[in-house]
C-alpha cells in the first residue's frame, strides 16, 4: 500500500489564515520567554536559594536548592521567603503567561477552522487576538491586573467572532446529515470546503 497523490484545496486567503495563527504560537513562545524566565533567575538567584541549601539536600540529597526556584510556581515554599513586591511582580508575570498558554490551544483551533468558513474573516480575527495579546501583556505587566482590560477586551471580541463563524460553519456541514436536507446535499451550502485525494497503489 502506497501513497503518490494527494490534493488539498483551501479557501482563497486560507495563507492568511495560516500566517495569523503561526504568529500567536511564536507570541506564546516569546512571553513566556520575556516576561517569566528573566525574572524567575533574578528573584530566585543563587543567593536567595541557599538558604534552602541544608532543607533540599535532607530532602534530595543535592548539595544546593536549584537556582530558579523550581518547581515552585509563584505561590510555593520558596515564594513564602519573598518581599510582597518581588511576590507580586512574579506572580503578575506568571499570569501574563499562564492565561496565554490556557487560551491559545482552543484558539489556535478557532482560527483554523474558522478559516474554512470565511478566510478573510479568520485572518482578521487572527490578528486581532495577536494584537490583542500584545496589548494585553505590556498592559498587565506596566500596571497590574487593570491594565489588562484593553488586550482582554480586544481578545474576548475576536475570540467571540471565532467562535460564531465555528458556530455556523458547524450547522453548515452537518446540515448534510439532515433527513430534511434533499439528496444529502447542504441547504444554502456557501461555504468553501478541504477537499482530499488520495491515490492509492495497492
Not at 482563497?12 to 504560537?25: C, F, G, M, P
Request: aromatic residues 14%.
Amino acid at each position: 500500500l502506497s501513497f503518490s497523490k494527494m490534493m488539498i484545496e483551501l479557501p482563497e486567503y486560507y495563507d492568511l489564515v495560516v500566517v495569523s495563527a503561526a504568529l500567536l504560537s511564536i507570541e506564546c513562545i516569546l512571553v513566556g520567554f520575556f516576561t517569566i524566565s528573566g525574572l524567575r533567575m533574578k528573584m530566585f538567584n543563587k543567593e536567595f536559594m541557599s538558604q534552602f541549601n541544608e532543607e533540599h539536600k535532607k530532602a534530595t540529597g543535592e548539595e544546593e536548592a536549584p537556582i530558579g526556584g523550581y518547581p515552585d510556581m509563584g505561590n510555593g515554599y520558596y515564594a513564602k521567603k519573598l518581599g510582597y513586591k518581588e511576590w507580586y511582580d512574579f506572580n503578575v508575570a506568571q499570569r501574563v503567561h499562564y492565561n496565554f498558554v490556557e487560551q491559545v490551544g482552543p484558539t489556535l483551533i478557532l482560527i483554523l477552522v474558522a478559516g474554512l468558513v470565511c478566510a478573510k474573516c479568520a485572518a482578521i480575527l487572527g490578528f486581532a487576538v495577536v494584537i490583542g495579546r500584545f496589548l494585553y501583556t505590556i498592559g498587565y505587566k506596566m500596571k497590574g491586573p487593570k491594565g489588562r482590560m484593553i488586550g482582554a477586551g480586544i481578545i474576548d471580541i475576536a475570540l467571540l467572532g471565532l467562535m460564531g463563524l465555528c458556530l455556523y460553519g458547524t450547522y453548515k456541514w452537518t446540515c448534510k446529515y439532515c433527513p430534511c436536507s434533499k439528496k444529502g446535499e447542504i441547504p444554502n451550502a456557501d461555504l468553501q470546503i478541504i477537499e482530499f485525494r488520495f491515490t492509492l497503489y495497492f
